[in-house]
């Protein structure tokens, strides 16, 4: 995918086989890394001009409306076209049984997915694309169109499957990992947990509804689509199309939000292109809010047996996380529940597995922190039990277990301010207030409980490449395929570049999410800022060396501030030394170095709830988060990705549980009334504190993902609060107020 | 959404005529109905735009009655101050429910026809007695948390979602209409809502073609205390899982009145003489406020996930009348 | 079929099933309203009708001929932002920009109703509704951010409602000696 990198002098090209310990943002002068600058797409935002993918005007466009299976397991025996052919305004109605793709892609992805839509697996399943000179007429002839199905029994009821799981094969995670005697050592521990925590499937819930527009010039496709990750996707979708990847350009300027629904591409992208290419005209297909909820992604749900042999000191000897989740038939993917537990605590017997049930329910995939978001809550929820079986402070027993190398490679940490994070949060936060018996706090109706969690996600680079030109005028152009999903990429790069080549924000011009520019990484796994703002970097640090060569000083001794290029007591405008232009392209790849330390990002969580001691309704009052995430590339825009993880904690503590009708394997609460995501009310004043941290192991900005770590342990600082407000221990997600009923004190 | 008929009515009785047809249907707010309509829920042959009718008024009357246009917004309606003074419990339902834009639209009649929210009305692929009469019934042995437990049948057990709806039954409401051949008629809100039995189809008293032009309050209870309590999943924009609408005098320790509504319970916006008549007259203790829980839960029954209602609306009306009698 | 949007004319030939919604995004190139959901579930789609808040994929354009209505593209301009649009872009009160204007036109209409003296749930005494956070946050909830930018946002509109800086609700780092 990376082929389409110039080659020759003008590439600065890094692998991370060893520590960065210099960076020039910490030598720069210009002064806006890590300032909270405001994003630099923003008046267009707050101005309605940002140009999402449903709102490109092409001459001569169509409007698609695209129609799902309406069984949950089955085979479509016949469509009947002709019978909405000749309804008003309707151009044809496209189906392709064998090319349509029958569920979205996973990330990164460079194959399709699985293909073909004749054989009905889920409910919704995408199987035809209506095509009309309008919305409304395509919507109508959509909610017409005739399709017959044989029915076959599905697998629809996690719980009547269960047993059947199999074992996950490796991925990008371990499947499955062991490690001593697990059985042995919970055998001969003073003290013991045993206990299973289940999380629903959820929705990413992106308030952008999936969308493309289609539209071919001869043999090549660029899709105006809504996606976190284009490079990846083009290929993907040129897979599916079987056409050369070269011949597919996707465009995906803003998105109106992702949170990995949007990784890899989604029915409507495919639909629409053959739609396109059949009639010869652009295409649009917009998924309405039921089909993303049927038809998109989910994240799995999960059940989760977490056991923990400790000794009265609380030290851990023993870890066991085993998990089920669940897919489509055939699918790889599963919800890589386990995989903080491998480096968050010591204890030398380890047993972290992972089996999948398969169901008609369908694709799971990755949502804003695949693993940790939900791993996290088995994992916190339970260390806080053994705090309590311990009597043990829910801090300390946590410290205690803070181990210095990974507990499992024999490799350092790359960074990590656990304890400290927890320390300093306890501070701020108050947890000295925290009552240690459950239930013993009321105001009025309301039984008022403080939680913990650590947080922690692992911390990924990706490939990735940026090509940034100066201009005659000294003004520059940042490049590059990556996204910007809500993240602040478009700040962050922008920041980079300015601090580096000393040309103010105002003056850098931003083009992402253009397949035609360098390839890159997007948007996902938190990895976004670090790998495109390092080929950024890298872009940058060439273009120093060329500068510094047009006016022949030494590199090190060049200082480039607010255009003015400053070395050996000479002073030139930098516009001066670019001649008819100067550009570079900047590429970061991962390295042996990510093997040579545990790298991950940190952090601590710390919730006040209340629980209306007659209704069992919970709202959280205060949160706060105290992140280690490395260098923090803009205060502003890293404490908003804060603020939005920690949110999703609330939602996936309390309010979120996508419901699949056990009889059908339809879904029941498809849409944003009854699937309730957190409204303003439910969100209290959140706050957000970063630890000073540089992570040299990581990449040359020293900087770690920022995007999900807020969101990594949120929810069991909630679900740990409602504990000590009311003594309700719940191990189902979410706690909606039926689970505590039983528990409350009498009216 | 399929296509209709586009008609705008200038007055009552142009839209009534207008409404003859087959498959007519007034829209005004139409915050639930165009919703519907998008999904083929709902699917008109004709809609007849009665928002520029002269129903937006809200009057005090000689009784010391107020009358509601039936266009009168439910923003409007929740911030009168004639509202607020003497019928707080309306204000207060109409506040909890939905959102500010959806208040701005939606209008006091159109609030009072909301339809269910039950999971399986709103899917077309799903089988729905109140949908489609005889094809069956989703929510019973399906997914019915949001669902009744009161006033159910073989047929549904759809839980009505209005908030506004129940505070007017706590209210004693009177639905004045316009029928097409041009009589009127003012409807008890007792006696507006159906049960749904067998025809779960049959929501209300109304006529195909009547418009309801008015609602009417009788004066207020001098005196009494006012409440509206939701319990929902979420702190905002969320229907009710339970909600009780009371209006209560006292009498020193005595209770003298009590009018008691309740929402997400009920097939229809849920009131039970027998929960007042456990009230009225008894001193304001535990023990009453237990046997009004008894009289009002009675018959309740749960269809799995919806039994937690039962245990909730118990702690919920105690809880209520506490706060009502000021014990 | 003619509407009056941003003070501006405009001339259309619609299906009646055509939403407000559709209407501008579809046929007047006004793209700045959002579909999220299409049924009144998320707030993206928030426009000005007469003044008022509403829901613009919940009613039909056809009903609206004789209303003036306002969009996020008629309430300021890059380079000539509403004070609400600026302070939005300082308090970050966004990520994605999806929900943005929707917001951003429920904030002005919101403001608007406390003027009117207007009461919420989260109002003590009926009559005399003053705005709080908890108020911004309750009156607010008609617009769903997934981005959950929703303190930035309640930040940004207590900037334009006069209301100053909240107050810190925990200790800062130099307080505690870190």
């Known amino acids: 995918m990376f082929e389409k990198l110039f080659a020759g002098g003008d590439t600065n090209s890094l692998t991370m086989d060893a520590p960065h310990p210099a960076s020039l943002l910490d030598s720069g002068v210009q002064g806006v890394i890590s300032r909270p600058i405001d994003r630099v797409e923003g008046p267009l935002k707050v101005s309605g001009t940002a140009t999402y993918a449903a709102e490109y005007r092409l001459d001569d466009m169509v409007h698609g409306v695209l129609v799902g299976a309406k069984i949950g397991h089955g085979t479509v025996e016949s469509i009947d076209c002709d019978a909405v052919k000749l309804m008003p305004g309707v151009i044809d109605v496209v189906i392709d049984f064998d090319t349509f793709i029958r569920n979205s892609q996973q990330g990164g992805e460079t194959n399709a997915p699985t293909q073909g839509v004749k054989e009905v697996d889920y409910f919704g399943q995408i199987v035809a694309i209506v095509l009309a000179d309008s919305f409304e007429n395509a919507r109508a002839a959509a909610q017409a169109l005739p399709i017959h199905y044989t029915k076959k029994d599905g697998h629809y009821a996690f719980e009547e499957h269960r047993d059947e799981a199999e074992p996950c094969q490796d991925s990008q995670v371990q499947g499955y990992y062991k490690q001593g005697d697990v059985d042995k050592a919970l055998a001969e521990a003073p003290v013991t947990l045993d206990v299973t925590y289940v999380t629903p499937s959820q929705n990413s819930a992106a308030m952008e509804p999936h969308a493309s527009i289609a539209v071919w010039n001869d043999d090549a496709l660029t899709l105006y689509g809504s996606y976190q990750m284009p490079t990846s996707d083009a290929e993907q979708l040129a897979k599916s199309l079987g056409v050369p990847k070269d011949k597919v350009r996707i465009i995906s300027r803003y998105i109106g939000g992702g949170f990995g629904s949007k990784l890899g591409i989604a029915p409507e992208s495919v639909a629409a292109a053959i739609a396109s290419r059949r009639l010869g005209r652009p295409v649009k297909a917009v998924m309405a809010r039921q089909q993303v909820f049927d038809a998109t992604v989910r994240r799995s749900n999960t059940e989760q047996r977490v056991r923990f042999a400790a000794g009265t000191d609380g030290r851990l000897t023993a870890v066991a996380h085993n998990s089920l989740t669940s897919n489509l038939p055939e699918e790889t993917y599963f919800e890589p529940v386990g995989i903080c537990t491998h480096f968050l605590y010591s204890g030398e017997n380890r047993s972290i597995t992972h089996d999948q049930v398969t169901l008609n329910i369908l694709l799971s995939g990755s949502m804003r922190a695949p693993g940790e978001a939900v791993g996290m809550v088995g994992l916190e929820c339970a260390m806080d039990e053994l705090a309590e079986t311990l009597g043990m402070d829910p801090i300390e027993l946590r410290k205690v277990n803070d181990p210095d190398r990974d507990p499992e490679q024999d490799v350092p940490f790359s960074s990590r301010q656990l304890s400290r994070s927890l320390e300093e949060g306890a501070k701020m936060f108050g947890w000295d207030q925290r009552n240690r018996t459950p239930g013993s706090r009321r105001e009025g109706e309301w039984l008022i409980g403080i939680g913990v969690s650590s947080a922690a996600r692992s911390n990924m680079l990706q490939q990735s490449s940026a090509k940034v030109e100066i201009h005659p005028d000294g003004s520059a152009t940042v490049s590059s395929a990556m996204t910007d999903i809500g993240t602040g990429s478009y700040t962050i790069m922008a920041q980079i570049a300015s601090e580096i080549l000393g040309i103010p924000v105002e003056r850098i011009t931003m083009s992402l999410g253009d397949t035609n520019d360098p390839p890159a990484a997007g948007s996902g796994g938190s990895w976004g800022a670090a790998s495109a703002g390092s080929a950024v970097y890298l872009a940058c640090e060439r273009l120093r060396e060329k500068l510094a060569a047009a006016m022949d000083v030494d590199v090190d001794v060049l200082t480039l501030k607010d255009g003015m290029a400053i070395g050996d007591n000479r002073q030139k405008a930098i516009s001066d030394l670019v001649g008819e232009g100067m550009q570079a392209l900047g590429e970061i790849k991962p390295g042996k170095n990510e093997k040579l330390h545990r790298q991950a990002s940190y952090g601590a969580h710390f919730a006040e709830v209340g629980v209306n001691a007659v209704t069992g309704e919970v709202r959280v009052r205060r949160m706060l988060g105290v992140f280690a995430a490395g260098r923090i590339l803009n205060a502003k825009t890293a404490r908003s990705q804060c603020l939005g993880g920690m949110t999703f904690g609330i939602g996936c503590a309390l309010t979120e549980d996508l419901i699949h009708d056990q009889r059908t394997g339809k879904l029941v609460n498809r849409d944003l009334a009854e699937y309730h995501v957190p409204v303003n009310a439910d969100v209290p004043q959140l706050d957000v504190h970063f630890l000073d941290e540089r992570d040299i192991h990581a990449n040359p900005i020293h900087a770690k993902g920022i995007g999900e770590l807020g969101i990594c342990g949120a929810a069991p600082a909630i679900v740990n609060a409602v504990y000590n407000a009311c003594g309700v221990r719940v191990r189902e997600m979410p706690i909606t107020c039926d689970k505590l009923l039983a528990g409350l004190p009498p009216v | 959404m399929k296509t209709f008929q586009y008609a705008r009515a200038d007055s009552a009785e142009t839209a009534v005529q207008e409404a003859i047809a087959q498959g007519a249907k007034f829209i005004a707010g139409g915050t639930n109905l165009l919703d519907l309509m998008k999904l083929q829920v709902e699917t008109p042959e004709k809609l007849v735009d009665i928002t520029r009718l002269p129903l937006g008024e809200i009057e005090q009357r000689e009784d010391g009655g107020l009358t509601i246009g039936a266009l009168v917004p439910n923003s409007d309606l929740a911030a009168d101050r004639r509202v607020i003074d003497g019928y707080e419990v309306l204000s207060r339902a109409l506040l909890a429910g939905a959102s500010g834009q959806l208040r701005n639209k939606a209008t006091t009649a159109g609030n009072l026809l909301q339809r269910t929210r039950c999971y399986y009305f709103y899917d077309t692929a799903s089988p729905c007695n109140k949908r489609e009469p005889g094809s069956g019934c989703g929510a019973i042995g399906g997914f019915n948390r949001i669902l009744a437990v009161l006033g159910t049948s073989e047929s549904c057990i759809a839980s009505h979602p209005s908030d506004m709806a129940v505070a007017m039954r706590a209210l004693d409401a009177t639905i004045v209409t316009l029928k097409s051949d041009g009589d009127r008629r003012r409807i008890a809100i007792g006696d507006f809502y159906r049960l749904p039995g067998n025809t779960p189809h049959i929501e209300t008293a109304l006529e195909p073609g009547e418009l309801i032009t008015a609602i009417e309050l009788p004066a207020p209870v001098e005196g009494a205390k006012h409440l509206y309590r939701k319990v929902r999943d979420r702190a905002s924009y969320a229907f009710a899982l339970v909600s009780v609408a009371g209006v209560v005098k006292m009498d020193g320790d005595t209770i003298a009145s009590a009018a008691l509504a309740f929402g997400g319970l009920g097939t229809m916006p849920w009131r039970d003489a027998g929960v007042e008549a456990a009230l009225v007259g008894q001193p304001a203790t535990t023990a009453t406020f237990e046997a009004a829980a008894d009289a009002l839960l009675a018959d309740a029954r749960g269809y799995g996930s919806n039994d937690f209602k039962i245990p909730l609306a118990r702690r919920t009306l105690i809880a209520s009348l506490r706060d009502l009698t000021g014990r | ?178």
């Open chain 3, 1 to 178: 079929m003619h509407f009056t949007i941003n003070g501006r004319s405009y001339e259309a030939d619609i299906d009646v099933r055509t939403s407000l919604l559709d209407l501008c995004r579809e046929h007047l190139e006004l793209t700045g309203s959002k579909k999220g959901c299409d049924h009144g579930q998320c707030g993206a789609c928030t426009m000005l009708v007469n003044g008022r808040r509403v829901n613009s994929c919940l009613t039909l354009a056809v009903m609206h001929q004789d209303d003036e209505i306002v969009t996020i593209e008629g309430l300021g301009q890059v380079g000539n932002l509403h004070p609400l649009q600026d302070a939005f872009v300082r308090h970050d009160g966004y990520q994605c920009g999806y929900c943005t204007p929707g917001q951003i036109c429920s904030a002005v209409g919101m403001l608007d109703e406390v003027k009117k003296g207007w009461p919420s749930h989260v109002t003590g005494d009926l009559h005399d509704a003053e705005l709080s956070d908890a108020e911004i946050s309750e009156r607010m909830s008609g617009n769903i951010c997934r981005c959950a930018a929703y303190p930035n946002i309640v930040d940004a509109i207590r900037e334009v409602a006069g209301m100053g800086d909240r107050d810190p609700v925990l200790k800062t780092a130099a307080e505690i000696g870190a």
